[in-house]
């Protein structure tokens, strides 16, 4: 229990001047006492008492008592985390549920290198659907970007030995 | 002869499982757990079930009890609690009784009878001690009634006795200038 702390406390000779006035006008508070309730009570009073403990400790009371402390929480508690768990769906994934979507939400030149061929971005695929290849690219692919956005010598600096010849065999021309 | 057993070799029996040494307990401690309570809720009934719920408290938690404190003083902390909880409850319950609402729905519930004879057994003091803050009111029975040192009541409450004893003081003072105004009015009943 939180008192509030005084800086100058009372001290002994106030505290025992005003009990002393306050006994002046109440009387004696043992006086009280003599008001309370007689000998047959007390004997009463152990009685019910202990009757009492009897029903408070009974199994079906303990069996209750443990049903609303542990078990009924419990279960409350394990039921609502399953259930959490089945409907939780992460926020950006629900926002973003089709390619179609996420590709509108890009700007165009970055779709047109990810997807190179945007005529198959359509509104039923999924990202099941163009996951697996959307990084993997024909040569024919490769040859029909570099061809229609130039920079191929840009392009040949990143390959290996073998690829540039590939490559320029896939473009069909022996100097560039 | 044999000598009275001690509180805590009592305890110690109680949790061998020899139910009489709890009963022994009981009557060594009812009065003054009684009067404790009584003091704080105000009325005979009240502080009856409250001394049961003590004891019946204790018993279910006397595995917990470690003898930090004697066992009396655990036993009047945990009566101090609840006789404060009872009279929360009733300061609840009259706030809901006084409100239109339920007045409607309950519209016998004041007996003004009841409240006549109350006031005609209760003495002038019982009503001013019944008109102190909570944490007033018990520190006020138990220093005024129980001449209970501030250490002791420390324990009971779980604080220092700086602040206990300023609440013993505001206590008093709200008391006495409740009996004097009571004594000016001479037996006119007073309004609560």
């Known amino acids: 229990m939180k008192m509030k702390e005084e800086k100058n406390p009372p ?11 306050l006994k002046a006008l109440a009387g004696e508070p043992s006086a009280q006492a003599g008001r309370g309730p007689q000998d047959p009570y007390w004997a009463n009073l152990i009685v019910r008492t202990n009757q009492r403990i009897d029903r408070a400790t009974s199994p079906r009371a303990l069996s209750i008592s443990w049903a609303a402390r542990v078990a009924i929480p419990g279960v409350v508690a394990i039921v609502s985390f399953l259930v959490a768990l089945h409907y939780y769906v992460p926020g950006d994934l629900e926002s973003h ?41 024909s040569n024919d692919q490769i040859a029909d970007y570099l061809s229609t956005h130039g920079s191929i010598r840009a392009a040949i600096d990143g390959l290996s030995d073998r690829e540039p010849s590939d490559l320029i065999t896939a473009l069909g021309s022996d100097d560039n | 002869m044999m000598e009275p057993q001690s509180d805590l070799e009592l305890v110690q029996e109680v949790r061998n499982g020899r139910r009489q040494a709890f009963t022994e307990l009981m009557r060594r401690y009812q009065q003054r757990v009684y009067w404790v309570a009584r003091r704080i809720v105000g009325s005979h009934d009240e502080a009856d079930d409250v001394v049961q719920e003590a004891f019946v408290k204790a018993y279910l938690a006397l595995g917990d009890f470690r003898g930090d404190s004697s066992f009396f003083t655990w036993l009047y902390r945990i009566t101090v609690n609840l006789s404060l909880n009872a009279v ?4 609840v319950m009259n706030y809901l009784h006084e409100s239109e609402l339920l007045s409607r729905i309950l519209p016998s519930s004041d007996d003004p009878g009841r409240d006549v004879e109350q006031q005609e057994t209760e003495s002038a003091l019982e009503r001013a001690v019944a008109r102190l803050p909570e944490k007033q009111k018990a520190v006020f029975v138990m220093r005024y009634y129980d001449e209970m040192t501030y250490e002791e009541i420390g324990r009971v409450l779980k604080t220092s006795v700086g602040g206990l004893k300023a609440n013993y003081f505001h206590a008093l003072r709200k008391v006495q200038e409740y009996m004097r105004n009571e004594n000016e009015r001479g037996k006119e009943p007073p309004h609560r």
């Open chain 1, 11 to 21: 001290t002994d000779e106030a505290e025992r001047a005003l009990v002393g006035e």
């Open chain 1, 97 to 137: 549920t089709s390619v179609t979507d996420v590709l509108r939400a890009m700007p165009v030149a970055s779709v047109d290198s990810l997807l190179v061929d945007p005529s198959r971005a359509d509104p039923s695929l999924s990202v099941a659907d163009v996951a697996p290849d959307v990084f993997v690219f």
């Open chain 2, 88 to 91: 929360r409850k009733r300061q």
